[in-house]
T-cell receptor, first 108, second 115 residues
């Protein structure tokens, strides 16, 4: 079992729709959770961090964490073509472990 | 802009050679972590430096080594390069030791090609 699992995609949504990205992790001791966006050929860019159960909203982005289910998700509302990228889920318990990423395409 | 800078941006080396990659951390940050990202994969943790000492290491052989300097900049050294070492090498800067689990910000990366 991989430590951090994400659907590789590609996930395709129309412009203006909600994109839902999911991530599960295996280490129950994980303390902090991050979502990074990575455009092709670029480095990862931090977009959200979440540390406690529940929802955290920042603009069009909402991160959701459920530690009992070992599940973290990212919702992107009103998706834009510029949101097209690979989204990396990262889980931190001393070491930051990344999933392989989900490729999101937002079609105009 | 994260304030984390890496050099060089691209590098081509021959198998068996040695390479040094450099990273300047964000102002005020005292921790640097290095990652290797192969094509189509997520970043893999190599090691972390906190206040000039190695503070955690991933599943990489000893030919991957590093340093952190008093100004918290860092180097990643790879000896005896292998073809599989071809990847994007990422440096991430953060504040606090690894058990503080704080946010990390990446530099633009160094694309290493081993031929």
């Amino acid at each position: 079992q991989k430590e951090v699992e994400q659907n590789s995609g590609p996930l395709s949504v129309p412009e203006g729709a909600i994109a839902s990205l999911n991530c599960t992790y295996s280490d129950r001791g994980s303390q902090s959770f991050f979502w990074y966006r990575q455009y092709s050929g670029k480095s990862p860019e931090l977009i959200m961090s979440i540390y406690s159960n529940g929802d955290k909203e920042d603009g069009r982005f909402t991160a959701q964490l459920n530690k009992a289910s070992q599940y973290v998700s990212l919702l992107i509302r009103d998706s834009q073509p510029s949101d097209s990228a690979t989204y990396l889920c990262a889980v931190n318990n001393n070491d930051m472990r990344f999933g392989a990423g989900t490729r999101l395409t937002v079609k105009p | 802009e994260t304030g984390v800078t890496q050099s060089p941006t691209h590098l081509i080396k021959t198998r068996g050679q040695q390479v040094t990659l450099r990273c300047s951390s964000q102002s005020g940050h005292n921790t640097v972590s290095w990652y290797q990202q192969a094509l189509g994969q997520g970043p893999q943790f190599i090691f972390q430096y906190y206040r000039e000492e190695e503070n955690g290491r991933g599943n990489f052989p000893p030919r991957f080594s590093g340093l952190q300097f008093p100004n918290y900049s860092s180097e990643l050294n790879v000896n005896a390069l292998e073809l599989d070492d071809s990847a994007l090498y990422l440096c991430a800067s953060s504040l606090g030791a690894r058990d503080m689990n704080t946010e990390a910000f990446f530099g633009q990366g160094t694309r290493l090609t081993v031929v």
